[in-house]
């Protein structure tokens, strides 16, 4: 069964730097998109980005294009996500997830169907 477990959260200054981890577990072949997605209070569940689990080439949403970068260790079956420039609207609940596929370039949360059980980010002076 496949399962994921993201850390790495925490407390940092606007402008500071973070980097999430999303370790992955039964991920037995390569047809998987793997997806970073957030939740702010009183907002909707958000997608930050997503690579293909082979790994390829990530895809970005506007919000954090040039400052958020997402990378799949396959030999070590882990999922990052480095957050630079952080700002307080970063602030949120980080999600990694996954779904079926080869062509990562969708970010619909109700596409993805493995979630792991979130990760506290918090941007604040």
Known sequence: ???????????VQPGGSLRLSCAEFGFTDSVWCMG?????????????????IVPGVPYYADSVKGRFTITQDTANSTLYLQMNSLEPEDTAIYYCAARRGSVCTRLGANEYFHWGQGTQVTVSS
């Open 1 to 11: 069964e496949e399962q994921l477990q993201e850390s790495g959260g925490g407390l």
């Open 36 to 52: 970073w997605f957030r939740q702010a209070p009183g907002k909707e569940r958000e997608g930050v980005g997503s690579i293909s």
